[in-house]
Nanobody, 124 residues
Framework: QTQLVESGGGLVQPGESLRLSCGTSGFTLRYYAVGWFRQAPGKEREGLLCLTHGGLTTNFVDSVKGRFTISRDNAENTVYLQMNNLTPEDTGIYYC?????????????????WGQGTQVTVSS
């Protein structure tokens, strides 16, 4: 079954950085809008950022503005989430998702492919 694969999660201290990766061998990501979502403990999953195939970024939440950056490397067929100045509130499972569209969406059901998620824990 075609799906996305996230990697790069782990345990970090507050103020540190992580870079998550989202890749697939099943299709070419460059033609897809790719979003990053997060599910914090005890909370519903929420959309964070999305990147269109044209290179436009949409932020869905204010809490990550200025700290999280989404980018893609088409040669590697990978989308990245660079997370800086992490706080304990950033703890959660991070998912990437892809939709064959020129537009981003915050609606989960509009994404066709999902990864299994990668755990990020920010704690001192």
């Amino acid at each position: 079954q075609t799906q996305l694969v996230e990697s790069g999660g782990g345990l970090v201290q507050p103020g540190e950085s992580l870079r998550l990766s989202c890749g697939t061998s099943g299709f070419t990501l460059r033609y897809y809008a790719v979003g990053w979502f997060r599910q914090a403990p005890g909370k519903e999953r929420e959309g964070l950022l999305c990147l269109t195939h044209g290179g436009l970024t949409t932020n869905f939440v204010d809490s990550v503005k200025g700290r999280f950056t989404i980018s893609r490397d088409n040669a590697e067929n990978t989308v990245y989430l660079q997370m800086n100045n992490l706080t304990p509130e950033d703890t959660g499972i991070y998912y990437c998702a892809a939709r064959l569209s020129s537009r981003c969406s915050e609606t989960e059901t509009e994404y066709t492919y999902w990864g299994q998620g990668t755990q990020v824990t920010v704690s001192s």
